[in-house]
């Protein structure tokens, strides 16, 4: 096992790319501590689901939104576990719409669950990292932030944003053995996707060099590659997996 013995948080973890992550790190041998926004049951179920498999595992809700609480969970996590290894900024959220209608609402919402999470979490999270001089931060960009998709000028903001954060912390904190890394996935079947699938997978597919939409685990692979010592050379990089979806016509 890769990663045994190593103390993990991701957030945003009872569904999706998230649950996946926390599956894929303990099947790893890491302890993992996930946060949700609100459903307790499917939170549970993931907690119940690594128990029987011998494995641990605690979850807490948490708005990511919320700086106070991020600072809350990860006191809880070192204070568990004596340390923080891998932290893993997957939450997030989308509230499409032409920037000509869109609210701010609608556009301070996704900034705040998708970008000031990231702060957040990694305000809170990289003290414990520094302490122990060693680390790992893993945070879920997106092929939007590269491409441009119209009606997403917010989520294209919030993951271009988290792709240079990802570059400066990478150069703030190398030297205390801590590396910073994100994923870029393309199109992954997912709750977030639901809807757009059920209109355009067909014609989606397309696209896709490897002809199949992603799944939640293919992103919790890159993952663990990240938060293993396999990477340990690398820090401060964006590793896009989309099946080829970006890989543009070649012509
Ligand atoms: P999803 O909707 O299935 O899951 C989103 C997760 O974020 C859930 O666990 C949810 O509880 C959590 N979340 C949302 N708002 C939250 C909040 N305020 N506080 C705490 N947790 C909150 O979506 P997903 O596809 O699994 O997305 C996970 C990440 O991957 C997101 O950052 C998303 O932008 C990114 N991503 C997804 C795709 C895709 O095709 N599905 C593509 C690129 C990037």
Redesign the pocket.
């Known amino acids: 096992m890769k990663l045994a013995g190593k103390v993990a948080l991701v ?10 992550c926390v599956q894929a790190l303990a099947k790893e041998g890491a302890k993992v501590a ?6 307790s049951e ?2 549970n179920n993931v907690v119940k689901e690594l128990e029987l498999d011998q494995r641990e595992a605690i979850a807490f809700k ?5 700086g106070q609480r991020a600072q809350e969970v990860i006191d809880a996590v070192v204070e568990k576990w004596g340390t923080l290894d891998i932290l893993v ?6 509230k499409d719409g032409l920037l000509a209608a869109m609210s701010e609402e609608n556009w301070l919402a996704v900034i ?3 970008l000031n ?1 990231v702060y957040h979490y990694c305000h809170a999270g990289i003290r414990p990292m520094m302490s122990a001089r060693k680390g790992r931060i893993i945070n ?5 932030a590269h491409n441009g998709n119209p009606g997403q000028t917010n ?1 294209a903001a ?2 271009g944003g988290i792709e240079g954060f990802t570059r400066c912390l990478a150069k703030e904190v190398g030297r205390r053995g801590i590396t910073v890394n994100a ?11 639901e809807a757009i699938r059920n209109a355009a997978e067909a014609e989606i597919t397309k696209h896709i060099a490897l002809k199949r ?2 799944q ?1 685990e293919d ?1 919790a692979n890159a993952v663990v590659f990240f938060a293993s010592d396999d990477s340990a050379y690398v820090t401060g990089h964006v590793m896009t997996v ?1 099946g080829g979806l970006t890989l543009g016509s070649g012509m």
């Not at 957030?11 to 996946?20: E, L, P």
């Not at 996930?34 to 459903?39: G, H, L, W």
């Not at 900024?89 to 989308?94: D, M, T, W, Y």
């Not at 994923?183 to 996707?193: L, N, R, S």
């Open positions: 957030t945003g973890g009872s569904r999706g790319i998230g649950r996946a996930f946060t949700y926004n609100s459903n499917a939170a948490a708005d990511a939104a919320d900024n997957n939450a997030g959220i989308i705040n669950t998708n999470s879920i960009s997106s092929v939007a989520y919030t993951k994923v870029a996935p393309g199109f992954i079947a997912t709750d977030m996707t939409l992603g939640p992103i989309d």
